[in-house]
């Protein structure tokens, strides 16, 4: 526990506050005496929106409105410094167009914008017709500069009237098959009576009219075939729309058309487009299977083609076929092209020509890494692995990968705690659903995934103990749609059997029987389900949402099953063991929610909220080790090392703090919430916020206050803060985030909140501040 001695301010800190005041000095201050005279410095723009009446979602128009303004003013950081405008100036003149002074005023700085750089006039039309864009009709757009000390904002007032609503929606007559498929339709429409007329909505019918066209055969058909007529003399601040098809719309593209006939080759070559050298055909699933080798079943690769001979075209057959085939991960390129063959019968024909480039099949990797975990141990690894994409030639995936690795604990005063792991796993992929029964999955646009898994594990912790683990298992994994995946473990079998310990171990477990309990050698049986929903995919959204809910189940199917076996042989014992060795018993659900709010380009707020727990029940006292919740580390709460905060107020002696047994829990709460911006080019900062713990289920003995109690566990909760910097590349992204507590849950009550101690004694950094170097985002 921390002694708060000597106190006295700490340098540093003073130094890092004054520094932060004189930027924001230099840069609130600075900028407008680089100008030259007539210049003055545009620092943004103000909207407000009048009106004499009520107007609904005036919070959203405005924000709309907002849209249409620029430039942007000079970026500020943190709200607060136009940071890269201070470069920029107090760089001076650069007489090269290269060197440091040349990157410093131009990569890093930025010039000033300026008020003669606004074209407020032109903003002002835009705005006018965003409006008009959103109903409200004959708007008018004034604007005003308010000017001090060579700074000027620019002040625009929106006058508007209620908008104008939706009457009715006309069509012309139903006189050909076209017309009558839109107006069949009618009841999806996304224009209806009594809605707002949006502009935006119209543009969203058209496409809808279009994908609804290209599903049923008309192959050439476009929304940009289609306009509207508005009508706004109805009346009562109303509008009739008349749909309309242009005059001049290409005469193929109101003409159904039908796959006559649908050619797939396996082994297209970009360099060898020829399909001269693969003359031969085979008929598979009603479709002309190029042979070109025999790299693949050809069963299994037309399963995924829902273009059929016969069938009228449709743009969701292609884009399923698409999909279905990039999903098997064995093509590189895939491409559906179609040609125009004539037409009879009053129907179009294409034929269909599908080339699919193999990706290679064999692969052998070898990869010297440094490992970075949540734990603060790094240190060399070596990585080995084996792949073959098509091991039965039905794009059946088959990985083998072996690891070594040797880590060391820093930032600790406790010195030589070394750790050396060695693993080998192996991975069977199908890309379809095997199981004993039928399972017709072939209308889905997503492939789903059979995984066969078997690893095993060594772990040697130098000076504590060495550990052996055997995994296998048996899962499913598909997707409903772009947003929802679910994964179903048919089955789970791990064993964990503790190796050699040495005499500082067995004095730690053996006063601590919740600990004991954990390392026992056992069996973990059972299946698990997990659900993820992410929208992280879909483009237009502004802001995302991510959302992940799992549950486990170990013991209860394997405790009947034994029972059931006992009954046969007349044993009237509990089955609480298996081949001797017993097997955990347990329920563990989690979740995980997290908010991406994206406020610009270079602003965002993250949040996370994750909750976890797990019952021991029947054989179990405790969970796992491996299945126990733990809190602090990299991804974590930050201002605290992996798995050294808890369980509750509990908090170890210094004599077993650092050893490799780590403070775990039965039940974890934990929120976040990162303030992510840019900084300049490929690096960006955050502030960010941590708060959480865990805690048992039942009272333990050896660790007082471990317990969770609704009435109380609300004051153990940790909360630390701290800053980060991540270098973004694109494909890595390395991340240090400085963190330090502002809660510690192990102190007693009313000393609990520490922010006080930023100032102060001999020792605080070294004691609190926890540099945290990761790979990746936190969540």
């Not at 024909?349 to 010297?368: C, G, N, Q």
Request: glycine content about 8%; charged content about 25%; hydrophobic content about 35%.
């Amino acid at each position: 526990m921390n002694k708060r001695k000597n106190i006295q301010p700490v340098n540093c800190f003073r130094r890092v506050l004054l520094l932060l005041g004189v930027v924001w000095l230099a840069s609130a201050c600075g900028p407008t005496k680089y100008l030259n005279k007539n210049e003055v410095l545009y620092t943004g723009a103000e909207i407000e929106i009048q009106s004499e009446e009520i107007i609904q979602d005036k919070s959203g128009l405005k924000n709309k409105l907002e849209e249409t303004v620029y430039p942007e003013p000079n970026a500020k950081f943190l709200w607060l410094f136009r940071t890269r405008l201070w470069f920029y100036n107090i760089t001076g003149e650069v007489d090269k167009e290269k060197g440091f002074k040349y990157w410093l005023k131009y990569k890093i700085g930025e010039a000033p914008v300026l008020l003669e750089d606004v074209d407020a006039e032109n903003v002002k039309k835009l705005m006018t017709n965003r409006l008009y864009n959103h109903g409200h009709f004959k708007p008018m757009v004034n604007n005003n500069i308010e000017l001090k000390n060579k700074k000027a904002k620019i002040k625009y007032i929106a006058e508007i009237n209620p908008a104008y609503v939706i009457d009715s929606v006309a069509y012309p007559p139903d006189t050909g098959h076209l017309m009558k498929t839109i107006i069949k339709s009618k009841k999806e429409s996304l224009l209806r009576g009594g809605q707002v007329y949006k502009l935006e909505n119209i543009r969203k019918e058209r496409q809808r009219i279009q994908e609804l066209l290209l599903n049923n055969g008309y192959y050439f058909f476009m929304s940009d075939f289609i306009y509207y007529q508005v009508d706004s003399t109805v009346g009562n601040r109303e509008v009739k729309l008349y749909f309309r098809l242009k005059d001049d719309i290409p005469e193929n593209a109101l003409l159904q058309f039908k796959v006559e006939e649908v050619y797939l080759n396996p082994n297209y070559s970009l360099e060898d487009s020829s399909w001269a050298a693969c003359p031969d055909t085979f008929e598979s699933n009603n479709i002309r299977y190029i042979k070109c080798g025999y790299k693949f079943r050809r069963d299994e690769i037309t399963r995924g083609v829902f273009l059929r001979p016969g069938k009228m075209y449709s743009r969701e057959d292609h884009q399923k076929t698409l999909s279905r085939l990039i999903g098997l991960d064995i093509f590189k390129f895939v491409n559906v092209r179609f040609e125009q063959i004539g037409k009879w019968e009053g129907i179009g024909r294409l034929y269909a020509h599908i080339y699919l480039t193999p990706e290679k099949i064999h692969a052998l990797s070898a990869e010297l890494k440094g490992i970075a975990k949540s734990n603060n141990f790094i240190g060399p690894g070596l990585e080995l692995s084996y792949t073959n994409r098509n091991i039965f030639r039905g794009a059946e995936l088959f990985i083998i990968s072996s690891n070594l690795s040797w880590e060391t604990q820093i930032g600790r005063q406790q010195k030589d705690l070394n750790s050396y792991e060695f693993g080998i796993n192996a991975r069977l992929q199908y890309p379809r659903l095997e199981t004993p029964f039928n399972i017709d999955n072939r209308q889905s646009r997503f492939v789903p995934k059979t995984n066969i898994d078997l690893g095993y594990n060594f772990i040697d912790r130098v000076k504590y103990y060495a550990a052996h683990s055997l995994s296998f298992g048996l899962g499913y994994t598909w997707k409903e749609n772009i947003r929802k995946t679910h994964e179903f473990t048919a089955l789970n079998l791990e064993y964990f059997q503790l190796g050699k310990t040495t005499a500082a171990f067995r004095e730690i477990i053996d006063d601590n029987a919740y600990l004991e309990s954990s390392f026992e050698d056992q069996f973990i049986i059972g299946p698990g389900y997990r659900w993820t929903y992410s929208d992280q995919s879909v483009e237009e959204l502004r802001h995302h949402i991510f959302f992940t809910a799992a549950t486990e189940l170990s013991g209860l199917i394997t405790e009947q099953i034994l029972k059931g076996v006992n009954s046969l042989q007349n044993h009237d014992i509990r089955p609480n063991r298996m081949f001797g060795i017993r097997y955990a018993q347990f329920v563990r659900l989690e979740s995980d929610l997290r908010f991406y709010q994206n406020m610009d380009e270079q602003n965002q707020l993250a949040y996370r909220l994750f909750i976890g727990t797990g019952f021991p029940f029947g054989n179990s006292q405790t969970l796992p080790y491996s299945k126990q919740f733990y809190a602090g580390g990299t991804n974590d709460i930050r201002a605290f090392r992996a798995r050294e905060l808890g369980p509750g107020s509990y908090h170890p002696p210094d004599s077993v703090g650092g050893v490799f047994v780590e403070q775990t829990g039965d039940i974890k709460l934990e929120a976040n919430m990162e303030y992510r911006f840019d900084i300049i080019s490929f690096l960006k900062g955050a502030v960010f916020v941590d708060a959480g713990n865990v805690w048992l289920n039942n009272k333990s003995e050896e660790r007082s206050g471990a317990q969770f109690r609704f009435n109380s566990f609300y004051t153990q909760i940790a909360v630390g803060t701290g800053l980060g910097l991540r270098a973004d590349f694109s494909f890595l992204i390395f991340r240090l985030d400085l963190a330090f507590p502002l809660r510690k849950p192990y102190l007693p009550e009313g000393e609990r909140w520490v922010i006080g101690d930023i100032y102060g004694y001999d020792g605080w950094g070294r004691e609190n501040l926890v540099l945290n170097i990761a790979i990746g985002y936190p969540f």
